[in-house]
């Protein structure tokens, strides 16, 4: 089993700047897990934001983003703690939703869909104002 647990959601004016964090306990294995954030806004579905992990034994390290935040989020890991970072920079109103760190066991093939998680944090709230 893996736990997930995000912080660092908040209240932030549109232009605004915050950095979510998910520190991940249990049976982790930094090299074959692939980290991704998704959101949440109320009345729609939960979609994809970024991931990081390694595309497969002795490949690069790659990553991904979504659309809508490409060019102002930035997701990284440290592995010797065990934690994930999404730094949202260029916050925009739409950005408003629940955040969620979700862990998938094996190599990040460049996509990451909700369905393919193995494990989910409880969420951290991100609301932006305009």
């Known amino acids: 089993q893996v736990q997930l647990v995000e912080s660092g959601g908040g209240l932030v004016q549109a232009g605004g700047s915050l950095r979510l964090s998910c520190a991940a306990s249990?049976?982790?294995?930094?090299?074959?897990?692939?980290m991704g954030w998704f959101r949440q806004a109320p009345g729609k579905e939960r979609e994809y934001v970024a991931a990081?992990?390694?595309?497969?034994?002795?490949?690069?390290?790659?990553?991904s983003y979504a659309d809508s935040v490409k060019g102002r989020f930035t997701i990284s890991r440290d592995n010797a703690k065990n934690t994930v970072y999404l730094r949202m920079n260029s916050l925009k109103p739409e950005d408003t939703a629940v955040y969620y760190c979700?862990?998938?066991?094996?190599?990040?093939?460049?996509?990451?869909?909700?369905?393919?998680?193995?494990?989910w944090g409880q969420g951290t709230q991100v609301t932006v104002s305009s």
């Open positions: 979700a862990a998938k066991i094996g190599w990040f093939s460049g996509n990451y869909d909700p369905g393919e998680a193995d494990y």
């Open positions: 249990g049976r982790t294995n930094s090299n074959y897990m692939v």
């Open positions: 990081i992990g390694w595309s497969g034994r002795n490949k690069p390290y790659a990553d």
